[in-house]
């Protein structure tokens, strides 16, 4: 199954930032997915990432806070845009594999202060 | 919407014994897919097992197995001979049987932080 690496694994980043996280499959991938998880709680969908398309956004997620970029097959970008506190939380991508499994990222680990 | 309940906070258990971790779920799908992840201290999502709502038989996985009991939407997670490397929270998670764009998601619950005492 397909392999994502994920950077950075974690990052201390100044309120009214911005930061670039980035995933590489080690093979091509139609969908990729960005999930938030904030301290102690579940996973949340951000968005699904199509190549050549607009990424689909869940609700409470805007694409100004959140914009995704799918260039190729293979990779994508998420940038949480304008930082605060309150998007300190643990950030995967992942991507559907074979037999309706699913792999993900090692995480971003992001502190606003 | 669909969404994923899991009851237990924490749990416990001694090593080599054996534990139940709860999961219920809520869809008006007859269709669908049910899967438990593992996430340890390192964050690494891992999957622990999946079962398709149309197959009546309980998936296994060495130690791992399910108890699915679709007419209650149940799906509970049962560890045998438990191992101190088992010590994570654990995540059952959904996923309709709809194609297209975001109906592949995973809807997770809230997760249970599983220790294994020695």
């Known amino acids: 199954s397909a392999v994502i690496s994920q950077k950075p694994s974690r990052d201390i980043c100044q309120r009214g930032t911005s930061l670039t996280i980035q995933c590489q499959v080690d093979?091509?991938?139609?969908?990729m997915f960005w999930y938030r998880q904030q301290p102690g709680q579940s996973l949340t969908l951000i968005a699904t990432a199509n190549q050549g398309s607009e990424a689909t956004y869940e609700s409470g997620f805007v694409i100004d806070k959140f914009p995704i970029s799918r260039p190729n097959l293979t990779f994508s970008t998420l940038t949480v845009s304008n930082m605060s506190p309150e998007d300190s939380s643990i950030y995967l991508c992942?991507?559907?594999?074979?037999?309706?499994?699913?792999?993900f990222g090692s995480g971003t680990r992001l502190t606003v202060v | 919407a669909q969404t994923v309940t899991q009851s237990q906070p924490e749990m416990s258990v001694q090593e080599a014994e054996t534990v139940t971790l709860s999961c219920t779920y809520d869809t008006s799908e007859s269709d669908y897919y049910l899967f438990w992840y593992k996430q340890p201290p390192s964050r690494q999502m891992i999957l622990v097992i999946r079962q398709e709502a149309y197959k009546q038989q309980n998936a296994t996985e060495n130690r791992f197995s399910v108890n699915f009991q679709k007419a209650a939407k149940s799906f509970s997670l049962k560890i045998s001979d438990s191992q101190l490397g088992d010590a994570a929270m654990y995540f059952c998670?959904?996923?309709?049987?709809?194609?297209?764009?975001?109906?592949?998601?995973?809807?997770f619950g809230k997760g249970t932080l599983l220790t294994v005492n020695p």
């Open positions: 998670a959904y996923r309709s049987p709809n194609s297209g764009g975001s109906n592949y998601k995973l809807t």
């Open positions: 093979s091509q991938v139609t969908m």
């Open positions: 992942s991507t559907r594999t074979a037999n309706y499994g699913y792999t």
